[in-house]
């Protein structure tokens, strides 16, 4: 279901073409699928699924997947070498919360979820769907991240049509 | 000096100028500086430093800036949940080594560098350049990372010439 394209026409900068392009893939095309963890998961057991899962952030959510923090290796690594028990320490101390999360929607386009990602330096984010009008409460249904504008990357340069 | 380009021909793909185009962007035009401790740090230290300069992995250089091992978040995530005080634990216990490590060279492109991230999975490697025939000491000359490619695929889908 990607986006297909077709010959060109000349008069066009490859630039603008590239661009062009760029901007009709959607995030919910290319979305990796989300690692979550309940609120009362401790730093150690979120560091244990991290590694587990092999991903480098985790969405912390609510009943009903709605999301509550995100936690990179980042903010575990930080609580890690502090001197406390990574047993006893709540994930929730380690998280950034709502509403400091920056999300993406499915209907994104993975340029501007690539320009999120640079402009906030982080390494990813969440993709997520409002529940109510207000947008308050946000339903996890993706990761977006680095890894998947490499992959992304490594498509367009494969020399075949995308 | 950046790889330019003109005006396309029509009756090419453009799946196949994608490929093209990115298979002319050079490593060398895009690597980020890297970040390099000693080998006698401690894993401890080490993370100081990858929190300081916010990187994702740090590179174990000899003398003359050779390198000698990677480290990466990862890496030192596992040390840190450990039972080691990891003030005591030295970083080349915690690295991967020569000649485990993936390297890419200023002269390789982009897309290739890309694929070998992706290919590896890892999230970053060490732009190098052999300073013998036998290619067995390397110096540390770059870091190339999946945030390198995220910038540029921003930068390619800003809809203007690159």
Redesign the interface.
């Known amino acids: 279901a990607r986006p297909r ?19 009709k893939m959607l995030v919910r095309e290319y979305k990796a699928v989300p690692i979550n963890i309940a609120e009362n998961t401790s730093v ?1 057991d979120a ?1 244990v699924m ?2 587990m899962e ?1 991903v ?1 952030s985790i969405f912390v959510v609510k009943e009903g997947g709605l999301l509550a923090g995100v936690v990179s ?2 903010d ?3 609580v ?2 502090g001197n406390q028990d ?1 047993r006893e320490v709540p994930v929730t101390l380690a998280m950034t919360r709502m509403p400091n999360i920056v999300t993406v929607t499915g209907d994104d386009t993975v ?1 501007d979820a ?2 999120k ?2 402009d906030y ?1 982080i ?1 990813s984010c969440p993709v997520v769907r409002p529940v109510d009008a207000a947008g308050r409460n946000l339903e996890v249904i993706g990761r977006f991240t ?2 998947t ?6 498509e ?7």
Do not use: H, P
């Open positions: 394209v077709g010959y060109f026409y000349a008069g066009k900068k490859s630039g603008q073409i590239f661009g062009d392009q760029l901007r150690y560091i991290m590694f092999d480098g290796r980042k575990l690594l930080k890690a070498i990574t340029y690539a320009k990602l640079i330096q390494d680095k890894t504008i490499a992959k992304v990357f490594v367009l340069g494969e020399n075949r049509e995308v």
